[in-house]
DNA sequence: CGTAAAATTATTCAGATGTATAACTACTGG
DNA sequence: CCAGTAGTTATACATCTGAATAATTTTACG
């Protein structure tokens, strides 16, 4: 009887393979039904390897909510840095990278959902969450002032936390939303709706995210 | 060896205390932890109860879901009813109501997180939510409809509709951050935030919801 | 080419979990 | 006051779970 075949794969590579395999099987079966043999199965290895590479399961499991809450805010972060120039194109793009694909899906809310859940009651999932509420927040300060002040709009610092407070609000809720309700109405809406919302947050004028100046929708 | 003495509840009391503790052990230890055990000691009876009142433990989890959206969805609905009369104020009512105590509480939301994060894969969890969702809408729809019409703006289906949608992924997301990073910021500024932000959602004059004309703030 | 170290697998184990069943007891109606 | 019923407790059980350990295989290196 021969033993299953196996390759060794670096320690960044099979730590990322098993926090995804972890991803999947949360959003498939739940913390409860995500299972150290399931997920081990959905990364083909076998259960002792988590042992190895994080000590236990629950430490696993947060390594994999940091990289999920990592991804997401990554992911919004690039597509507004790829719009070098025109800050409100940067916010605009921003804003809608949050409430479109990738960042977009079931699953990814569902497993944001599941994490926050067990925020409450485990000290270093909270310490994970507030980390990545923190640099989200800062990323949308960061990118309401200039586009403030080019508006001749207040900006002074209270301003801006308080502005990138509200539309934080809006996103997360109109991401879960959006993806929860899938179907009901379209999700093609959401990123219109987003960014004339926050054009009414910040008191711009109507169409100055929805159709930047400088630049024209391609 | 006397066994434990018990009392002998209605139907609807034991259920109901059965539901309420389901709730305080998935707040406090998360659905992994919420062991039928746990839940029967937070309720002071014994496990075996479960499989009387609900079959299963996942049959009592799912009525502790739909129990605490009904109660959450009623507490606004009832705050707003109790102004009759002025629109304006029922609508901000309603809105407060939604950022304020007993509605936002680190643990409402904790468990709304977490339930929300069983709806993907649990088609009777998705039934509960889309349910839910629908009521919530309904309700805000029919806030906002009067109140855009009283201030002259366009108010058509698809008008309302579209607003409803907006300031259900503020309210939801104000909610949940606030919720959550109780500490980070006052959670006094919320209710304002709303409000404020809602107005501009809505393209009312400013000060419209903040401070009703026809009733005084007190 | 061979050898040692590290990665991975296979197996084992103690404890927890959901549920089924049987025994008991509080309430109800006559 | 007494019996019957159903609510409730207590116990048993098969299964699963996370983790620990031992055995094996891959890779790196001299």
Chains 1, 2 share one sequence.
């Not at 947060?62 to 597509?79: E, F, H, I, K, P």
């Not at 194109?89 to 694909?101: D, G, H, I």
């Not at 179907?183 to 910040?202: C, F, K, M, T, W």
């Amino acid at each position: 009887m021969s033993r299953k075949a196996f390759q060794r794969l670096s320690l960044d590579d099979r730590r990322r393979s098993l926090m995804e395999a972890t991803l999947v099987c949360v959003a498939q079966f739940g913390l409860h039904g995500a299972t150290v043999r399931r997920i081990a199965e959905e990364a083909d290895v076998t259960a002792g390897l988590v042992r190895h590479y994080f000590g236990s399961k629950d430490e696993m499991i947060r390594n994999a909510y940091a990289y999920l809450v990592g991804q997401l805010t990554a992911r919004a972060s690039d597509s507004a840095r790829r719009t070098e120039g025109d800050t409100d194109l940067q916010l605009r793009q921003f804003l809608r990278a949050n409430v479109t694909m990738p960042n977009l899906s079931e699953q990814k809310v569902s497993l944001w959902a599941t994490f926050i859940g067990r925020v409450r009651y485990d000290p270093q999932f909270a310490e994970i969450h507030r980390e990545g509420y923190r640099e989200f927040l800062n990323l949308l300060e960061a990118l309401v002032e200039p586009v403030l002040m080019a508006h001749k709009r207040p900006h002074s610092a209270a301003i801006c936390k308080r502005h990138a407070i509200a539309l934080n609000g809006l996103i997360d809720g109109l991401w879960m939303e959006g993806s929860l309700n899938a179907g009901l109405y379209s999700q093609a809406l959401l990123p219109d709706i987003l960014v004339e919302a926050s054009e009414r947050l910040l008191g711009l004028p109507p169409g100055s995210l929805s159709k930047p100046q400088t630049t024209q929708e391609q």
